[in-house]
């Protein structure tokens, strides 16, 4: 049985009853509290007042033995007062029969009341009396003469203070009744009505009047609440209409779903975890299986197959009941009701509940036996075709053996033409720098111009035809190093002064502002853009040449530049510009025939262009002039530790002999004529040079001398420069010496084989007083550099 509750209007009053009555009980106890306590105040004050009174002889002791007066004195019934001497008998006492007792044979007097150690006051309540007791002690000295006890009836006062308490009670009682009345009525009035008429709305609303809306008739707190029921009455009317048509979406879901299953062309089912009975079949099972949907729902696989295959199905669904994933069964066999057995591809997922229990298994199932039977006839056509294909590989391999070789091959007779090549090249340059230092007629210096054109000539179809074919073969490699843009337009305006000069053409250059500390492979950005600049001298015959870097774009990591020729030259024709960049390919006949050239030049500008994230192109008008350009993408580094010292090339030769006079160096170097060469070129800027003719003397040289730098040749008899080189780096002294190899081999392996031996930096040979005195400054410099940050730091 529901037990009945209290209404709205009872509940109120219920709670303003509990709160007034907490209000006046709270109120009433603190007062009658107050009275009690001021009462009790008064009565020990009392007793305090005659104790000071006999104390300071104002009141003799004899007069405690008077009752009446006692109880005058105190403003109550005085019961009982005694006086007790220093020998704990009893001297003065309201009632005779106690006089020359001890304390102790008293009746209701305790005797730790005369201990040394009990206080001069203590109040002692017991029923309706209060008992006072006090030491009575010299004034001067503090001594105690006696103690007094006197015990006096509370009765009138705890007397006034229940008839106190009942008439606040009774005054209490009544205010709460009148006012929980007066609740209840207006309250009746003001809310009962407007609840029962909500509650009546609500009834026609539950009866499915949805528009049925509840009239409020104040602002109030229950017309707020009014206000809400009808809101969400309108909300729950939206909802059951929006409930009302997804239920219509649903079942047209539902319906297109069991159209898709049922006409997916694989067999699909469902299954009960719990004991793994199906509950749902599409058509393609019933026609795989050979069975009416209806023989196959209720029914497990141990109903429907043979013990073998019943057991095999089982296993696996009790593997993906018990997994968190689908499995995937590749291949299982089934037999159908026709005797026959298929091949069928199975995926099982387990559907789980809201807490992760399995509920169902899902299965579908492919059948792939036709697959099956194809890929087997496959597999035996293929274990054919791998018969031929073997005989076949034999036969390239054998091929490419033979491919190998001649690459191989190739390779070698390529670095020995170049070192062959290279070696007597150093000797020619190097001849004809001593011969212009030596002073030479007029016409004497026209044939040795065109002595050294030919050579630079030369050199430049060499390095061109090495250079594609490391290109081809992928073994340019791309450094990161800090990149110095005006020391390279520098050197490459350096490069093509003279020709430039013979021309009478006007030679700039221009750099926009770009982001510092960048990094990137100085010695390709060089040789790609000297390829431009040679060919804009070349093909200009009047005007100008420019040479140019912009900034393209730039982000966090990375700055993508651009480099520019731009000439007043013969310019080329649209239908042959697109050609230009390929390999061994130039403009036209007359070209070749008046200007030369490989026709690899751009070829190789484009690569390394590529290489470096960039891409290559030109702009020309026939007569009017081309640009050449090409970009690369450079990384951005942090600030170097130091700052080296920058110098001009033109100023090199002569900023060497000043600022690094006396430097000295190990020359290691076999063939007669290059060492010859080399110590002349020292000797121009006054540098002391040893030298050695082979790897074994330059290793005895460094353990016996300090040298601020070597110069190392590779190939020398006896002692090869790259072991003589981990030799000396084993020598105390030679740790940091700066090692630079000076070489004919001038391919990419060749200069990471002297770096990984020990060597500091590479320059090939035939090298060019310019770009010997180059390496040499940025080693000697480096090497100060470091000395005076090693002094300011001691």
């Known amino acids: 049985m529901k037990t009945a509750r209290f209404g709205l209007i009872a509940r109120i009053a219920l709670l303003v009853i509990a709160v007034e009555v907490a209000a006046f009980g709270a109120l009433g106890w603190f007062y009658i509290d107050r009275y009690s306590t001021a009462a009790d105040e008064h009565l020990r004050s009392r007793l305090q007042l005659i104790g000071r009174m006999i104390g300071d002889d104002e009141l003799a002791v004899t007069a405690i033995s008077r009752t009446a007066l006692m109880s005058e004195l105190l403003a109550a019934p005085a019961l009982r007062s005694l006086a007790v001497g220093g020998n704990g008998r009893v001297i003065v006492s309201s009632d005779p029969a106690y006089l020359g007792l001890r304390a102790g044979g008293v009746p209701d007097f305790d005797p730790r009341w005369l201990a040394d150690s009990a206080p001069d006051q203590q109040f002692i309540t017991k029923g309706n009396t209060l008992t006072g007791v006090m030491q009575i002690r010299n004034r001067l000295s503090g001594a105690r003469l006696y103690t007094t006890a006197f015990t006096i009836s509370t009765a009138a006062i705890d007397a006034q203070k229940r008839n106190i308490l009942q008439g606040g009670l009774l005054g209490s009682g009544l205010f709460i009744l009148l006012s929980s009345l007066a609740i209840i009525f207006f309250a009746q009035r003001l809310i009962t009505r407007r609840v029962r008429s909500s509650l009546a709305i609500l009834k026609q609303v539950e009866g499915g009047a949805l528009d049925a809306r509840i009239p409020v008739s104040a602002n109030d707190e229950l017309g707020q609440l009014q206000h809400g029921i ?9 909802l059951l209409n929006q409930h009302r048509h997804n239920e219509e979406e649903i079942r047209a879901t539902s319906r297109l779903l069991d159209s898709i299953v049922e006409n997916i062309p694989n067999m699909i089912f469902l299954k009960r975890a719990a004991d793994l009975r199906f509950v749902l079949f599409n058509k393609a ?6 069975l009416d949907r209806q023989n196959l729902l209720g029914k497990n696989v141990h109903d429907l197959f043979c013990q073998e295959e019943a057991d095999f199905f089982t296993g696996k669904d009790r593997q993906v009941l018990d997994s968190a994933t689908a499995i995937d069964i590749p291949e299982e066999i089934v037999t159908t009701s026709h005797g026959s057995q298929r091949i069928l591809h199975t995926k099982k997922l387990a559907l789980r509940n809201s807490r992760g229990e399995p509920e169902f298994l899902l299965g579908i199932s492919e059948d792939i036996t036709e697959h099956k039977r194809a890929a087997e006839e496959l597999e035996r056509y293929r274990a054919h075709l791998e018969q031929l294909v073997a005989a076949r590989t034999a036969e390239l391999s054998q091929a490419k053996e033979a491919a190998e070789a001649a690459n191989v091959a190739k390779s070698t007779f390529l670095a020995n033409m170049s070192h062959e090549i290279r070696t007597p090249l150093n000797a020619i340059t190097g001849m004809a720098h001593m011969i212009r230092r030596g002073g030479l007629t007029p016409e004497q210096t026209g044939r040795l111009e065109k002595l050294e054109a030919a050579t630079t000539h030369l050199l430049n179809i060499i390095n061109a035809i090495l250079e594609i074919s490391k290109i081809e073969a992928g073994k340019v490699e791309i450094e990161e190093t800090p990149v110095r843009l005006k020391a390279i337009l520098g050197n490459v305006a350096s490069m093509i002064h003279d020709h ?3 021309k009478h053409l006007r030679l700039t250059t221009e750099i926009d502002p ?31 040449v420019s040479l140019r870097v912009k900034l393209i774009e730039e982000d966090a990591g990375s700055a993508l530049l651009r480099f520019e020729v731009a000439d007043t030259g013969i310019g080329v024709a649209p239908e042959t510009l697109s050609r230009l960049f390929s390999a061994f390919e130039q403009a036209d006949n007359s070209i070749t025939r008046k ?3 490989t026709g690899l030049g751009l070829a190789i500008t484009r690569r390394l262009a590529m290489q470096m994230g960039g891409l290559a192109g030109a702009e020309s008008t026939p007569g009017v002039g081309s640009t050449f350009w090409f970009s690369a993408r450079l990384a951005k580094g942090e600030a170097e530790a130091g700052v080296t010292e920058i110098v001009a090339p033109d100023n090199l030769e002569l900023h060497l002999k000043q600022e690094y006079h006396g430097t000295r160096v190990l020359l290691a170097e076999d063939e007669p004529v290059n060492r010859e060469i080399t110590q002349e070129i020292l000797g121009d800027i006054e540098w002391r040079v040893d030298c050695a003719e082979d790897g074994a003397v330059a290793l005895k040289l460094a353990g016996e001398n300090a040298y601020d730098l070597i110069l190392m040749d590779m190939q020398m008899p006896n002692m090869d420069g790259l072991e003589a080189t981990q030799r000396i780096r084993q020598l105390p002294q030679c740790t940091t010496t700066p090692i630079l190899a000076m070489t004919a081999n001038a391919f990419a392996e060749d200069k990471t084989r002297c770096l990984n031996a020990g060597m500091n930096d590479f320059i090939s040979k035939p090298a060019s ?26």
């Not at 009808?230 to 939206?238: D, Y």
């Open 285 to 290: 099972g019933e026609q795989l299986l050979g």
């Open 230 to 238: 009808n809101s969400m009455t309108e909300k729950v009317g939206e």
């Open 514 to 544: 770009l982001p510092p500390n960048l990094l990137g492979d100085a010695t390709r950005l060089q040789q790609a853009l000297l390829n431009y600049a040679f060919n804009a001298v070349k093909f200009t015959e009047s005007g100008r």
């Open 769 to 794: 007083p310019e770009q010997l005195y180059a390496m040499l400054f940025k080693w000697v410099a480096k090497t100060r550099l470091k000395e005076e940050s090693s002094a300011q730091a001691t």
């Open 595 to 597: 200007y030369g050239g």
């Open 500 to 502: 430039a000069q013979r």
